[in-house]
């Protein structure tokens, strides 16, 4: 069965601190990892997959299949980063997807 | 701009009351899925559906049954509500197998009290 761990509940960082959120997963097949956000009084919405290797919002992720880890990064964080985050898995082209529990991130001023 | 709709952003029922929560998504999505929130457990997966009349069940199913008669519209249904279903319920929806797997769209959910 899959499975994505994120095992910070709640994370604190001050502004401009370098941020880390951590997600690891179990899975045999070939997973497809996602960071999805809510933001308050928002939708959930996806931040960013790891197929596009990209930034978003200067935020990065990578794949790391030896360690089965998908760890959240950002070189300084903002305030507008405060958000809930959400680490996210599927089999690929499968459109279900399996989410961990979350971590509630604040930025302090 | 993808609009998933829940008509209802907040219910209080009773236990025992059969309970009907509607989404409705405008973009010609294949894929429908509902979730519930809970703090602590994350999102998961209660039922789900690829098609037209297509339902599958999701990790959580018991309790719970859906509907999907027309693309647009997937409802889930709580045929007696119980104190233990009180959440956060989430529906979203996705393009299907075209090249965009993985993007959900969500809701803006609808939180459902059982007294």
């Known amino acids: 069965a899959q499975r994505v761990t994120q095992p910070e509940k709640l994370l604190s960082v001050f502004k401009g601190a370098p941020v880390e959120l951590k997600c690891n997963y179990s899975?045999?097949?070939?997973?497809?990892l996602f960071w999805y956000v809510q933001y308050s009084r928002q939708r959930l919405q996806l931040l960013l997959r790891?197929?596009s290797r990209e930034s978003i919002k200067g935020f990065t992720a990578d794949l790391n299949k030896g360690e089965t880890s998908f760890h959240l990064k950002k070189p300084f964080a903002q305030e507008e980063d405060s958000a809930m985050y959400y680490c996210?898995?599927?089999?690929?082209?499968?459109?279900?997807?399996?989410f961990g529990t979350g971590t509630r991130l604040t930025i302090i001023p | 701009d993808v609009k998933v709709t829940q008509s209802s952003r907040y219910l209080v029922k009773r236990t025992g009351e059969k309970v009907f929560l509607e989404c409705v998504q405008d973009m010609d999505h294949e894929n429908m899925f509902w979730y519930r929130q809970d703090p602590g457990l994350g999102l998961r997966l209660i039922y789900f559906?690829?098609?037209?009349?297509?339902?599958e069940k999701g990790d959580i199913p018991e309790g719970y049954s859906v509907s999907r008669e027309k693309k647009e519209r997937f409802s889930l249904i709580l045929e007696s509500a119980s104190t233990n279903q009180t959440s956060m319920y989430l529906c979203?929806?996705?393009?299907?197998?075209?090249?965009?797997?993985?993007?959900?769209?969500f809701g803006e959910g609808s939180r459902l009290t059982v007294l």
């Open positions: 899975y045999s097949g070939s997973p497809e």
């Open positions: 790891h197929i």
């Open positions: 559906s690829y098609d037209v009349k297509m339902k």
């Open positions: 979203a929806s996705s393009q299907g197998d075209r090249g965009l797997t993985g993007e959900l769209f």
């Open positions: 996210a898995l599927s089999n690929f082209g499968n459109e279900k997807l399996t």
